[in-house]
């Protein structure tokens, strides 16, 4: 029996990476005085590595090895550009990232029918608290009785750390809930917990293998605008 749906954030209830949390990285670069910018496509690559502090620490190592910044400097330098960071994506989301298609139908109608809410994703906790209140509403937050973001766990996806914390929390077992997310990444982290997943795919994650998904569409749709599946068994 269905008892809880458990949502991804970044990608899946709304597409925060391009024009949200990408913008927001370049802008705290150049607060902190660097000449460093994420475009797109690049940001696409980076995007295999979840967490923005683990990102920054790996664009860091990998791509700026001359950056003066002893090793054991770097963890204070990641916090202090990721907090900055979460400043402009506070700003960067307010009215201006929606809620994916469908999204707020499938809360509602789960609400309705006692289908209880969750989240679980590698985002800081403040910036989901930021996107739901703007996305959703200023109780956006509320509609969710579980918030599992971030640092809560000490690893994040595709280990499934994040969906144990949310399932322990809710006090359900996997078998009673459904994962909903975009990614490769994040369908790892929920099947390693045990969850069902249905993916929604998106501009940064249509090409990635979502084999043992339960299914994979374009977009969960409105009324008026019909969803089309691409793989998986809908009767199932
Ligand atoms: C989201 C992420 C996050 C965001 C940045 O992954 O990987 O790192 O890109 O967010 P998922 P923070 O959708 O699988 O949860 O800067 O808040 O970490
Ligand atoms: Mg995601």
């Known amino acids: 029996e269905l008892r809880a749906l458990i949502f991804d954030v970044d990608g899946t209830l709304a597409e925060t990476e391009q024009d949200a949390h990408r913008p927001a990285f370049n802008r705290a ?13 690049f940001y696409g690559e980076l995007l295999e590595i979840g967490g923005g502090k683990e990102r920054i620490r790996h664009y860091v190592q990998q791509y700026q090895s001359d950056f003066p910044i002893p090793n054991q400097d770097l963890d204070q330098f990641v916090v202090d550009v990721h907090e900055i960071k979460n400043k402009y994506f506070g700003q960067l989301v307010v009215d201006r990232i929606p809620l994916r298609p469908g999204v707020m139908r499938l809360m509602q109608e789960a609400k309705r029918e006692g289908v209880r809410l969750a989240i679980a994703t590698t985002s800081d906790p403040h910036n989901v608290e930021a996107l739901l ?25 595709p280990e499934p750390d994040i969906y144990q914390y949310a399932l322990q929390a809710l006090n359900l077992q996997p078998e009673d809930c459904l994962a909903i997310e ?30 043992g998904a339960e299914l994979v569409i374009d977009a969960l749709g409105e009324p008026a605008e019909p969803f089309t599946i691409l793989s998986g068994d809908a009767g199932d």
């Open 29 to 41: 670069f150049l607060e902190a005085g660097l000449d460093w910018e994420w475009s797109v496509e």
């Open 133 to 157: 209140k703007s996305a959703i509403a200023p109780d956006g937050p509320d509609w969710f009785e579980v918030i599992a973001a971030g640092d809560m766990v000490p690893v994040k996806k």
């Open 182 to 211: 975009d990614s490769n990444q994040g369908l790892l982290a929920a099947q390693s917990a045990g969850l069902k997943t249905v993916i929604t795919i998106n501009n940064y994650t249509r090409n990635q293998d979502f084999s």
